[in-house]
């Protein structure tokens, strides 16, 4: 058979006689094309191929010296930028040659109890100097003495990485809702409308005893003076309900009572209390004042802002607050709820702490709409959830010690204390 101009040569044997032997010619396969096809099929390459291959690769290694040279002017680049960087460092007092010192790199020591507690006395926390406390603190952690101060932030960026987080999410993950950690009106939530409606049958029933009582007992012109303002209280009842019934859901909360008793509800405190401390310790917030309660002598703790190193002298209670330290505080605002909640299964109390972080959040250099807000007050009850449960032990401990009123130094001495 034929295709083109191919021909098939003969394949050809001579014996040889005196060497016994076969000589064999092997087939080949002629193309029209200027191909020749050899033993097994293999193409060798005719003159025009080899050429269009020089040329490939001569132009191969031109594409390969140009790229040679880019990389060459793009180290040298570099260098050039080191060495400005390093000058520069120079020029601020730094050794560019000092190796940096991490968190990672600290040399963690085993340290007594006994030498955590007098390590942490040495620090003046009651002067509420917060870069006095954090250069304290971050000399303890570098020479490996301390190591959970600011952890959040140095250890572990991404705790301080805010993302959203909806109720269901939240929910999924903790078990906690915004009814469990309080951040309704307890009044409100825990009032219904029979309790109203008793409440307004009472005073008038009250006020119309009071009012014919005055008549019958009372002189004359006393008497008629006292219904009228007897009178008047139903009316003024129904006005003040009408206007604002947070004062008569409140009323009647307060009449009623609180459920727990005096040992309960300092139990509650203390673990709304020591979940604040623990997490604002966490985050390196500094510490602005330490003071017991008069009512239950409770130990109250408040954290502060640390200030920044510029020109504009601006105390940090007025300046305006960075994505990190937003993130920071929405934690420690939640985590005296979610410590709450987490031990009794109901937060109370935590509105307050809802108005101080949606004061905080209108201080933000970033604008922060209301799903944000949302989003990040979601967030941060699940950031305190996660590191309440990762210290556990040492929550347990701290709220012991809040019920024995120990000092700023005992408590952070109990923290840092080693597993």
């Known amino acids: 058979m034929m295709f083109g101009k191919v021909t098939l040569a003969l394949v050809t044997m001579a014996v040889s006689s005196t060497q016994g032997a076969f000589v064999t010619t092997a087939p080949s396969v002629a193309h029209s094309s200027g191909t020749t096809l050899g033993l097994h099929g293999m ?85 509420g100097d917060a870069d006095t406390q954090a250069k304290a603190l971050t000399a303890l952690v570098e020479s490996g003495d301390f190591t959970l101060y600011k952890s959040v932030a140095s250890s572990s960026e ?31 939530k825990d009032v219904s409308l029979d309790d109203i409606k008793d409440l307004t049958v009472g005073v008038v029933l009250g006020s119309s005893a009071l009012a014919i009582a005055s008549l019958v007992l009372l002189p004359e012109n006393v008497g008629a003076t006292a219904c009228y303002f007897f009178a008047l209280i139903p009316v003024m009842f129904v006005g003040i309900g009408s206007t604002s019934p947070g004062l008569i859901a409140g009323a009647i909360v307060s009449t009623r009572g609180s459920a727990d008793d005096v040992s309960d509800r300092l139990d509650r405190i203390c673990r709304h209390e020591a979940g604040h401390f623990l997490c604002g310790y966490l985050c390196g917030l500094p510490i602005e004042s330490y003071s017991v309660s008069e009512d239950m002598g409770v130990p109250l703790v408040e954290f502060g802002l640390p200030s920044i190193n510029d020109d504009s002298n601006t105390s940090p209670k007025q300046r305006e607050l960075t994505r990190e330290e937003i993130a920071a505080l929405s934690i420690v605002a939640m985590s005296g709820s979610v410590a709450e909640a987490l031990a009794l299964g109901q937060a109370f109390g935590g509105e307050e702490d809802l108005r101080n972080l949606s004061a905080l959040f209108r201080k933000s250099k970033e604008f922060l709409g209301a799903t944000k807000q949302q989003d990040l007050t979601r967030w941060g009850s699940l950031q305190a959830y996660n590191l309440i449960k990762a210290n556990l032990p040492k929550y347990e401990s701290l709220v012991q010690a809040f019920k024995d009123k120990k000092s700023v130094a005992e408590c952070i001495a109990l923290i840092e204390q080693r597993s």
């Open 158 to 188: 991404t705790m301080l990485r805010t993302f959203p987080v909806s109720l269901n999410m939240l929910e999924q993950r903790t078990g906690l809702t915004g009814e469990i950690l309080g951040v309704t009106d307890s009044s409100e």
């Open 43 to 127: 193409v060798a390459p005719s003159a025009s191929l080899n050429h269009r291959r020089t040329n490939n690769k001569n132009a191969f290694q031109r594409n390969m010296s140009t790229t040679d040279d880019e990389v060459a002017k793009l180290l040298a680049a570099a260098k050039k930028a080191r060495e400005e960087a390093d000058d520069l460092s120079r020029a601020m007092g730094k050794d560019p040659d000092a190796a940096p010192k991490g968190r990672g790199e600290a040399i963690i020591k085993d340290v007594s109890p006994e030498d955590l507690s007098k390590m942490a006395s040495s620090i003046d926390f009651e002067a």
